[in-house]
Protein backbone atom coordinates (compact mmCIF):
# COMPACT_ATOMS: atom_id res chain seq x y z
CA UNK A 1 0.00 0.00 0.00
CA UNK A 2 1.45 3.21 -0.75
CA UNK A 3 1.82 5.94 1.85
CA UNK A 4 0.21 9.21 1.07
CA UNK A 5 -0.10 10.88 4.36
CA UNK A 6 -2.31 13.53 4.99
CA UNK A 7 -0.48 16.66 6.98
CA UNK A 8 -1.60 19.95 9.03
CA UNK A 9 -0.03 22.16 10.57
CA UNK A 10 1.18 21.25 13.94
CA UNK A 11 0.56 24.09 16.14
CA UNK A 12 -3.10 24.10 15.33
CA UNK A 13 -3.02 21.22 18.42
CA UNK A 14 -2.57 24.08 20.56
CA UNK A 15 -6.17 25.37 20.22
CA UNK A 16 -7.69 22.40 21.50
CA UNK A 17 -6.95 24.01 25.13
CA UNK A 18 -8.81 27.21 23.44
CA UNK A 19 -12.61 25.54 24.77
CA UNK A 20 -13.38 23.71 28.11
CA UNK A 21 -14.93 20.29 26.78
CA UNK A 22 -17.40 17.79 27.85
CA UNK A 23 -16.25 14.13 26.62
CA UNK A 24 -20.18 11.75 26.62
CA UNK A 25 -19.11 8.02 26.83
CA UNK A 26 -20.72 5.01 24.35
CA UNK A 27 -24.11 3.53 25.16
CA UNK A 28 -26.75 1.52 23.04
CA UNK A 29 -28.89 3.01 21.40
CA UNK A 30 -31.56 2.54 18.13
CA UNK A 31 -29.11 3.63 14.85
CA UNK A 32 -31.63 6.87 14.58
CA UNK A 33 -30.52 8.45 17.75
CA UNK A 34 -27.12 8.62 17.19
CA UNK A 35 -27.73 10.36 13.80
CA UNK A 36 -31.11 12.58 15.28
CA UNK A 37 -28.04 13.68 18.73
CA UNK A 38 -25.53 14.36 15.56
CA UNK A 39 -27.90 17.31 14.62
CA UNK A 40 -29.38 18.37 18.32
CA UNK A 41 -25.53 18.36 19.19
CA UNK A 42 -24.30 20.35 16.62
CA UNK A 43 -26.90 22.53 16.90
CA UNK A 44 -26.40 22.77 20.88
CA UNK A 45 -22.91 23.62 20.22
CA UNK A 46 -23.36 26.32 17.31
CA UNK A 47 -25.86 28.05 19.87
CA UNK A 48 -23.70 27.99 22.31
CA UNK A 49 -25.65 26.21 24.37
CA UNK A 50 -23.54 22.92 25.09
CA UNK A 51 -19.54 23.14 25.41
CA UNK A 52 -17.52 21.61 22.96
CA UNK A 53 -18.01 17.86 22.75
CA UNK A 54 -16.89 14.54 21.91
CA UNK A 55 -18.85 11.79 21.98
CA UNK A 56 -18.88 8.01 21.39
CA UNK A 57 -21.17 6.45 19.61
CA UNK A 58 -23.25 2.74 20.22
CA UNK A 59 -26.06 0.61 18.46
CA UNK A 60 -28.35 -1.34 20.13
CA UNK A 61 -29.21 -3.05 16.62
CA UNK A 62 -26.86 -3.90 12.99
CA UNK A 63 -26.14 -1.13 11.22
CA UNK A 64 -25.27 0.60 7.60
CA UNK A 65 -25.30 4.21 7.93
CA UNK A 66 -24.90 5.81 4.45
CA UNK A 67 -23.74 9.41 3.63
CA UNK A 68 -26.10 12.30 2.99
CA UNK A 69 -25.66 12.27 -0.79
CA UNK A 70 -25.66 8.28 -1.33
CA UNK A 71 -28.56 6.80 -2.91
CA UNK A 72 -29.68 3.53 -0.96
CA UNK A 73 -30.38 1.17 -4.03
CA UNK A 74 -26.61 2.06 -4.95
CA UNK A 75 -25.20 0.76 -1.28
CA UNK A 76 -27.41 -1.27 0.07
CA UNK A 77 -28.55 -4.59 -0.35
CA UNK A 78 -31.93 -3.94 0.77
CA UNK A 79 -33.72 -7.08 0.92
CA UNK A 80 -30.34 -8.94 2.57
CA UNK A 81 -30.22 -5.97 4.78
CA UNK A 82 -33.98 -6.69 5.73
CA UNK A 83 -33.56 -10.14 6.35
CA UNK A 84 -30.42 -9.59 8.88
CA UNK A 85 -32.23 -7.16 10.69
CA UNK A 86 -29.49 -4.30 9.25
CA UNK A 87 -31.12 -0.98 9.96
CA UNK A 88 -30.11 1.58 7.23
CA UNK A 89 -29.56 5.08 8.06
CA UNK A 90 -28.98 7.87 6.38
CA UNK A 91 -26.69 10.60 8.23
CA UNK A 92 -26.77 14.27 8.03
CA UNK A 93 -22.54 14.18 6.52
CA UNK A 94 -21.62 13.40 3.38
CA UNK A 95 -18.71 10.63 2.81
CA UNK A 96 -19.56 6.48 2.33
CA UNK A 97 -21.44 4.17 3.30
CA UNK A 98 -20.43 1.95 6.92
CA UNK A 99 -21.53 -1.26 8.03
CA UNK A 100 -21.38 -2.39 11.57
CA UNK A 101 -22.98 -4.88 14.17
CA UNK A 102 -22.80 -3.31 17.86
CA UNK A 103 -20.01 -4.17 20.01
CA UNK A 104 -17.64 -3.92 16.71
CA UNK A 105 -17.13 -0.24 15.56
CA UNK A 106 -15.47 2.91 17.42
CA UNK A 107 -17.22 5.72 16.51
CA UNK A 108 -17.19 9.28 17.56
CA UNK A 109 -18.90 12.71 16.64
CA UNK A 110 -16.74 16.03 17.57
CA UNK A 111 -18.87 19.07 17.78
CA UNK A 112 -16.98 22.17 18.15
CA UNK A 113 -17.40 25.89 17.12
CA UNK A 114 -15.77 26.83 13.46
CA UNK A 115 -12.72 28.55 15.27
CA UNK A 116 -11.31 25.33 15.87
CA UNK A 117 -10.58 24.43 12.17
CA UNK A 118 -10.59 28.09 11.17
CA UNK A 119 -7.49 28.56 8.29
CA UNK A 120 -7.03 24.74 8.10
CA UNK A 121 -8.28 23.23 4.36
CA UNK A 122 -10.78 20.71 4.21
CA UNK A 123 -7.97 18.08 4.04
CA UNK A 124 -6.13 19.21 7.00
CA UNK A 125 -9.15 19.95 8.98
CA UNK A 126 -9.66 16.40 8.81
CA UNK A 127 -6.53 15.00 9.52
CA UNK A 128 -6.59 17.67 12.25
CA UNK A 129 -9.61 16.26 14.14
CA UNK A 130 -8.71 12.70 14.35
CA UNK A 131 -4.90 13.01 14.72
CA UNK A 132 -5.44 12.31 18.17
CA UNK A 133 -7.03 8.78 17.63
CA UNK A 134 -4.26 8.17 15.07
CA UNK A 135 -1.49 8.96 17.69
CA UNK A 136 -3.73 6.45 20.38
CA UNK A 137 -3.79 3.97 17.52
CA UNK A 138 0.02 4.34 16.70
CA UNK A 139 0.07 4.08 20.48
CA UNK A 140 -1.32 0.72 20.71
CA UNK A 141 0.93 -0.51 18.70
CA UNK A 142 -0.89 -0.06 15.18
CA UNK A 143 0.93 1.15 12.50
CA UNK A 144 -1.70 3.68 11.50
CA UNK A 145 -1.90 7.31 9.59
CA UNK A 146 -4.29 9.72 7.79
CA UNK A 147 -4.64 9.19 4.14
CA UNK A 148 -6.24 11.91 2.37
CA UNK A 149 -9.16 13.03 2.32
CA UNK A 150 -11.26 11.18 4.63
CA UNK A 151 -9.41 7.92 6.04
CA UNK A 152 -7.87 6.70 8.98
CA UNK A 153 -5.38 3.82 7.65
CA UNK A 154 -3.01 1.05 8.41
CA UNK A 155 -0.14 -1.29 7.06
CA UNK A 156 -3.10 -3.77 7.81
CA UNK A 157 -6.04 -1.77 5.76
CA UNK A 158 -8.42 0.93 5.90
CA UNK A 159 -9.76 1.11 9.62
CA UNK A 160 -12.25 3.68 8.98
CA UNK A 161 -13.42 7.01 7.58
CA UNK A 162 -14.48 10.28 9.05
CA UNK A 163 -17.06 12.92 7.77
CA UNK A 164 -17.73 16.37 8.23
CA UNK A 165 -20.65 19.07 8.16
CA UNK A 166 -20.62 22.64 8.97
CA UNK A 167 -23.78 23.76 9.67
CA UNK A 168 -25.74 24.85 12.81
CA UNK A 169 -22.95 27.30 13.62
CA UNK A 170 -20.60 24.40 14.27
CA UNK A 171 -17.99 21.59 13.15
CA UNK A 172 -19.63 18.36 13.00
CA UNK A 173 -16.76 15.85 12.48
CA UNK A 174 -17.73 11.93 13.17
CA UNK A 175 -15.20 9.45 12.67
CA UNK A 176 -15.98 5.35 12.41
CA UNK A 177 -13.67 2.66 12.45
CA UNK A 178 -13.76 -0.48 12.77
CA UNK A 179 -12.58 -2.15 15.84
CA UNK A 180 -13.73 -5.79 14.09
CA UNK A 181 -16.00 -7.10 10.57
CA UNK A 182 -18.25 -9.81 9.55
CA UNK A 183 -16.83 -9.70 6.13
CA UNK A 184 -19.39 -12.23 4.73
CA UNK A 185 -22.66 -10.42 6.51
CA UNK A 186 -20.94 -6.89 4.75
CA UNK A 187 -20.87 -7.77 1.11
CA UNK A 188 -24.54 -9.69 1.84
CA UNK A 189 -26.20 -6.27 2.82
CA UNK A 190 -23.87 -3.43 1.30
CA UNK A 191 -22.93 -2.61 -2.73
CA UNK A 192 -19.21 -2.37 -3.93
CA UNK A 193 -19.45 -1.64 -7.16
CA UNK A 194 -16.11 -2.35 -9.90
CA UNK A 195 -15.96 1.81 -10.34
CA UNK A 196 -15.40 2.23 -6.26
CA UNK A 197 -12.78 0.32 -6.71
CA UNK A 198 -11.22 1.30 -9.80
CA UNK A 199 -8.30 3.46 -8.48
CA UNK A 200 -7.43 0.93 -5.81
CA UNK A 201 -5.99 -1.89 -7.74
CA UNK A 202 -6.98 -5.20 -7.67
CA UNK A 203 -7.81 -5.74 -3.76
CA UNK A 204 -11.21 -7.18 -3.44
CA UNK A 205 -14.00 -5.20 -1.40
CA UNK A 206 -13.23 -6.94 2.07
CA UNK A 207 -9.40 -6.42 1.47
CA UNK A 208 -9.68 -2.77 1.64
CA UNK A 209 -10.75 -2.33 5.25
CA UNK A 210 -8.01 -4.22 8.36
CA UNK A 211 -10.34 -3.42 11.45
CA UNK A 212 -8.05 -3.40 14.68
CA UNK A 213 -9.05 -6.67 15.96
CA UNK A 214 -6.72 -8.29 13.07
CA UNK A 215 -3.70 -6.22 13.97
CA UNK A 216 -3.72 -6.61 18.04
CA UNK A 217 -5.02 -8.17 20.58
CA UNK A 218 -6.22 -5.57 22.57
CA UNK A 219 -9.60 -5.87 23.75
CA UNK A 220 -12.13 -2.77 22.41
CA UNK A 221 -12.61 -1.78 25.99
CA UNK A 222 -8.77 -0.95 25.67
CA UNK A 223 -9.29 1.36 22.90
CA UNK A 224 -12.21 3.87 24.23
CA UNK A 225 -10.41 3.54 27.96
CA UNK A 226 -6.99 4.73 26.16
CA UNK A 227 -8.90 7.11 23.53
CA UNK A 228 -10.97 9.40 26.26
CA UNK A 229 -7.73 9.34 28.33
CA UNK A 230 -5.91 10.72 25.66
CA UNK A 231 -8.80 13.41 24.44
CA UNK A 232 -8.77 14.32 28.21
CA UNK A 233 -4.76 15.08 28.10
CA UNK A 234 -5.32 17.11 25.03
CA UNK A 235 -8.20 19.19 25.94
CA UNK A 236 -8.37 18.90 29.96
CA UNK A 237 -11.90 17.82 29.26
CA UNK A 238 -14.38 16.02 31.41
CA UNK A 239 -16.60 13.30 31.53
CA UNK A 240 -20.44 14.61 30.74
CA UNK A 241 -23.30 12.97 29.41
CA UNK A 242 -26.77 13.72 27.41
CA UNK A 243 -28.95 16.06 28.68
CA UNK A 244 -32.39 15.00 29.14
CA UNK A 245 -34.17 18.20 27.11
CA UNK A 246 -31.00 17.02 24.25
CA UNK A 247 -32.65 13.38 24.58
CA UNK A 248 -36.46 14.67 23.96
CA UNK A 249 -35.07 16.95 21.35
CA UNK A 250 -33.55 13.81 19.51
CA UNK A 251 -36.67 11.45 20.03
CA UNK A 252 -38.41 14.24 18.04
CA UNK A 253 -36.29 14.32 15.10
CA UNK A 254 -35.84 10.59 14.80
CA UNK A 255 -39.95 10.79 15.31
CA UNK A 256 -40.02 14.09 12.40
CA UNK A 257 -36.77 12.94 10.25
CA UNK A 258 -34.17 10.66 10.73
CA UNK A 259 -37.00 7.52 11.31
CA UNK A 260 -38.86 8.33 8.06
CA UNK A 261 -38.59 6.97 4.42
CA UNK A 262 -38.81 10.73 3.36
CA UNK A 263 -35.62 11.33 4.75
CA UNK A 264 -33.66 7.91 4.28
CA UNK A 265 -35.03 7.44 0.58
CA UNK A 266 -34.09 11.03 0.27
CA UNK A 267 -31.61 9.81 -2.98
CA UNK A 268 -33.29 6.35 -3.56
CA UNK B 1 -29.60 5.57 -17.56
CA UNK B 2 -27.35 4.96 -15.22
CA UNK B 3 -23.41 6.31 -15.04
CA UNK B 4 -20.42 5.61 -12.79
CA UNK B 5 -16.91 7.90 -12.04
CA UNK B 6 -14.72 7.84 -9.62
CA UNK B 7 -12.08 10.42 -9.71
CA UNK B 8 -8.62 9.02 -9.07
CA UNK B 9 -7.91 9.61 -5.33
CA UNK B 10 -11.59 11.31 -4.78
CA UNK B 11 -14.92 10.01 -4.61
CA UNK B 12 -17.04 7.84 -6.59
CA UNK B 13 -20.49 9.94 -8.23
CA UNK B 14 -23.28 8.44 -9.89
CA UNK B 15 -25.84 9.76 -12.00
CA UNK B 16 -28.39 7.90 -12.67
CA UNK B 17 -31.66 9.75 -15.12
CA UNK B 18 -33.92 8.95 -17.80
CA UNK B 19 -33.84 10.53 -21.43
CA UNK B 20 -36.68 12.09 -23.04
CA UNK B 21 -36.99 13.29 -26.45
CA UNK B 22 -33.50 13.19 -26.80
CA UNK B 23 -32.77 15.49 -23.55
CA UNK B 24 -32.35 14.40 -20.11
CA UNK B 25 -34.73 14.02 -17.35
CA UNK B 26 -35.28 13.30 -13.67
CA UNK B 27 -31.46 13.35 -13.07
CA UNK B 28 -30.44 12.03 -9.81
CA UNK B 29 -26.36 12.74 -8.32
CA UNK B 30 -25.37 10.76 -5.66
CA UNK B 31 -21.99 9.40 -4.28
CA UNK B 32 -19.49 9.23 -1.51
CA UNK B 33 -18.33 12.77 -2.52
CA UNK B 34 -18.55 15.55 0.32
CA UNK B 35 -20.31 19.09 -0.98
CA UNK B 36 -20.31 22.02 1.18
CA UNK B 37 -23.03 23.71 1.70
CA UNK B 38 -25.23 20.10 1.25
CA UNK B 39 -28.43 22.78 -0.61
CA UNK B 40 -25.75 23.46 -3.63
CA UNK B 41 -26.54 19.67 -5.07
CA UNK B 42 -30.03 21.15 -6.07
CA UNK B 43 -28.70 23.37 -8.32
CA UNK B 44 -26.68 20.83 -10.01
CA UNK B 45 -28.84 18.09 -9.98
CA UNK B 46 -31.11 21.35 -11.94
CA UNK B 47 -28.31 22.18 -14.55
CA UNK B 48 -29.31 18.97 -15.65
CA UNK B 49 -32.34 19.04 -16.41
CA UNK B 50 -33.26 19.66 -20.25
CA UNK B 51 -29.79 18.68 -21.34
CA UNK B 52 -29.41 17.58 -25.03
CA UNK B 53 -28.13 14.07 -25.09
CA UNK B 54 -25.48 14.73 -27.63
CA UNK B 55 -23.71 17.63 -25.48
CA UNK B 56 -19.99 16.70 -25.01
CA UNK B 57 -18.21 16.01 -21.79
CA UNK B 58 -16.79 19.23 -21.81
CA UNK B 59 -20.33 20.89 -22.67
CA UNK B 60 -22.00 19.28 -19.59
CA UNK B 61 -19.33 20.43 -17.25
CA UNK B 62 -19.18 24.14 -18.14
CA UNK B 63 -23.36 23.82 -17.46
CA UNK B 64 -22.34 22.13 -14.38
CA UNK B 65 -19.94 24.39 -13.07
CA UNK B 66 -22.08 27.68 -14.12
CA UNK B 67 -24.34 26.30 -11.85
CA UNK B 68 -22.62 25.79 -8.36
CA UNK B 69 -23.08 28.96 -6.13
CA UNK B 70 -20.13 30.87 -5.79
CA UNK B 71 -18.54 29.75 -2.47
CA UNK B 72 -19.16 26.06 -2.58
CA UNK B 73 -16.61 23.40 -1.48
CA UNK B 74 -16.65 20.08 -3.94
CA UNK B 75 -14.47 17.43 -2.06
CA UNK B 76 -13.42 14.42 -4.27
CA UNK B 77 -15.55 15.35 -7.75
CA UNK B 78 -16.36 17.93 -9.72
CA UNK B 79 -18.28 19.29 -12.61
CA UNK B 80 -16.15 17.07 -15.18
CA UNK B 81 -16.39 13.97 -12.95
CA UNK B 82 -20.46 14.61 -13.57
CA UNK B 83 -20.18 15.11 -16.86
CA UNK B 84 -17.89 11.77 -17.59
CA UNK B 85 -20.53 9.88 -15.49
CA UNK B 86 -23.46 11.43 -17.44
CA UNK B 87 -21.37 10.31 -20.97
CA UNK B 88 -20.93 7.15 -19.58
CA UNK B 89 -24.99 6.45 -18.70
CA UNK B 90 -25.69 7.06 -22.46
CA UNK B 91 -22.72 4.84 -24.15
Known sequence: MSRTEQHYPREADARWRDYEWEIIPTSPMPPAMNIALDEVLTRRVGAGDRRPTLRFWGWDSPVIVIGRFQSVRNEVQIENAAEHGVQVVRRITGGGAMFTLPGLDITYSIYAPPDLVKGLSFPESYAFLDSWVVDTYRELGIDAWYAPLNDITSSGGKIGGAAQARRFGAVLHHTMTSYDMDPTLMTQVLRIGMEKLSDKGLRSADKRVGPLRQQTSLPREAFFHALTERFMDLTGGELGEISNLEHQAAVELVRSKFSTEEWTYLLP | ?91
Open chain 2, 1 to 91: MHGEYKTPGGKLVVVDFEVRDGKIVEPMVSGDFFLYPEESLEHIVGSLVGLSIDSSEEQIAEVVAAAVPEGTEMLGFSPEAIAIAIRRGLA
